[in-house]
């Protein structure tokens, strides 16, 4: 079975903090996500990383940044952290995609983050 | 634009019966939809997924629905029990590239009533 591992389940941190979430697994994916879940916005891309040391941004990139230099783990950094960025957050795994083999992504079961 | 949503927030069911949760999507070109399940504290689960070229899936007590004319999936579960209480999640690929990048429907509380 794939292992997607979030190094924290709960976080509390202070404005203004630089906070970093980690995420690993174990199923050598090329793909990795960082998504934010939020009570009636659902599942919003952060970023995303496709291969080492390459990434992408998502929908909602701004105050965030990304490092991959594991094909392991793909790390999410919030530079300086706000009130607004308190959420849930879930990182997700996938092996490479095309017209004739995609796959799922594979989720790990999230931090919750609170910033104070 | 491109979006995905699911009919109704909450589903409520008797213990034993059948289930279907509806995912609308709006992206034609869209050729791979995954459903997701998600109880709380944990994150989404893979159940199922289909391919476009398929208007039918079949798993373990649940079966995935495609249709691509009204741009309609759903997602039924036989039988449905109390560890089938949780959120559902339907998803699609946005049909571009190969970077696997999903769009999420809003997901569909689905409560058993013992």
């Known amino acids: 079975d794939v292992k997607v591992t979030q190094s924290s389940r709960y976080l509390v941190k202070r404005t203004g903090e630089k906070v970093f979430l980690e995420c690993v697994q174990d199923m050598d994916h090329e793909n990795m996500f960082w998504y934010r879940q939020d009570p009636g916005l659902g599942l919003r891309l952060i970023y995303f990383?496709?291969?080492?040391?390459?990434?992408e941004k998502g929908d909602i990139p701004e105050g965030y940044s990304v490092s991959r230099e594991k094909k392991e783990r793909f790390s999410l950094i919030l530079e300086s952290a706000s009130t607004n960025q308190t959420s849930m957050y879930l990182c997700?795994?996938?092996?490479?995609?095309?017209?004739?083999?995609?796959?799922?992504?594979?989720f790990g079961d999230g931090t919750r983050l609170s910033i104070l | 634009g491109e979006s995905v949503g699911l009919h109704l927030p909450t589903l409520s069911v008797q213990e034993g019966d059948n289930s279907i949760i509806n995912c609308a999507y709006s992206?034609?070109?869209?050729?791979?939809f995954i459903w997701y399940k998600q109880e709380s504290g944990k994150g989404p689960q893979f159940i199922i997924d289909?391919?476009?070229?398929?208007d039918k899936r079949q798993g373990q007590r649940v079966t995935v629905l495609l249709n691509k004319t009204v741009k309609h999936l759903s997602l039924q579960i036989a039988a449905t029990q109390p560890g089938d209480s949780a959120v559902y999640f339907c998803a699609e690929n946005q049909g571009s590239g190969n970077t696997g990048k999903l769009i999420f429907g809003q997901g569909t509380t689905l409560q058993v009533k013992p």
């Open positions: 992206n034609s070109a869209s050729d791979y």
């Open positions: 289909i391919r476009s070229n398929m």
């Open positions: 997700a795994s996938s092996p490479p995609t095309g017209v004739l083999s995609n796959q799922p992504q594979h």
């Open positions: 990383s496709y291969d080492v040391k390459m990434k």
